[in-house]
């Protein structure tokens, strides 16, 4: 019984089988297609977030009834896939003739890109993983990635655990900072007000003080007149520390002996 329950939930996306359909025949109810309620969809997790988002609210929002949205996915998971696929088209990806720039280069846009994803859209990092990510962008950024990191130089066991190492940095630095900017939003301040405003808080409070007093050298040096540059100044430099763990990864390693472009088969964007 578990194992076909965890058959099925492997086999389940929007991507397999009938789930990809853009209506049921007969027409389309509304006026509406799928582009569209994806994009709608989109729009109102940005504005609302994953806890408030509910097929009635999008209906609502498209001013049709549920069941002309139901016309077009069976479920709210389906719907709610389509939009993640949806938003993993913004990163700007490498050509993939580029052979002249440079792999850290590449990998360093296209982590500053993933980042820029998560803290745009909040809702994305609680959906990565629940999904097979098998859509067309997301295979399409996933392909991005495995064919710059090839490019290193590491030998073929390597590249995934490197992979997961920038990827995996990446997803949990813009998950925060999109939690601090979802709570700034909330308060109705300006990130550098709501900091100023918590650093004033916890300064006021002897254990906290004494601990941002211990760290007081750490922070100075840090740098950055605002959080915002505070935020890429540390990624920046963190980013930078894994670009050099992988090029002290390939010396040791020596030569690889395949890092050429191939066609992956699928795999979810990284998380």
């Known amino acids: 019984m578990a194992a076909r329950a965890g058959e099925q939930a492997a086999r389940s ?43 009635r609210r ?10 002309s949205v139901y016309w077009y996915v069976d479920t709210k998971d389906e719907l709610l896939e389509l939009a993640l696929d949806e938003v993993f088209g913004e990163p700007a990806l490498p050509a993939p003739d580029d052979g002249a ?18 803290v745009r859209h909040p809702w994305v990092p609680p959906l ?15 392909r991005a990635i495995h064919q710059v990191v090839r490019r290193a130089g ?30 700034v939003a ?9 900091h100023a ?6 300064g006021g409070t002897p254990d906290t003080a004494a601990v ?7 922070m100075d040096a840090r740098g950055g007149a605002t959080v915002d540059e505070m935020l890429d100044r540390d990624f920046t430099f963190a980013l930078d520390l894994l670009v050099a763990g992988i090029e002290a990864m390939v010396e040791r390693s020596g030569p690889a002996r395949d890092t050429g472009p191939r066609n992956d088969g699928p795999d979810r964007p990284p998380a």
């Open 58 to 67: 999008l209906a609502a929002d498209l001013n049709v009834t549920a069941m």
């Open 101 to 118: 720039a440079d792999w850290r280069d590449l990998l360093r846009t296209l982590a500053r890109e993933y980042r820029a994803l998560l």
């Open 197 to 202: 405003q918590m650093m004033a808080s916890v």
């Open 154 to 183: 590491l030998p073929v066991h390597g590249i995934t655990g490197a992979i997961s190492a920038v990827f995996q940095f990446v997803y949990g630095y813009g998950t925060i900072q999109g939690h601090f900017m979802s709570r």
């Open 186 to 194: 909330e308060a109705g301040v300006t990130p550098d007000e709501y």
């Open 212 to 218: 941002i007093e211990e760290t007081r050298d750490i």
């Open 13 to 55: 996306s929007v991507w397999l089988g009938g789930g990809t359909r853009r209506g049921r025949g007969g027409g389309q109810p509304s006026g509406l297609d799928r582009d569209r309620i994806t994009a709608a969809t989109v729009r109102l997790l940005d504005a609302e977030g994953l806890d408030r988002f509910s097929m």
């Open 128 to 142: 990565i993983g629940r999904y097979l990510n098998i859509g067309p962008n997301s295979l399409a950024f996933s």
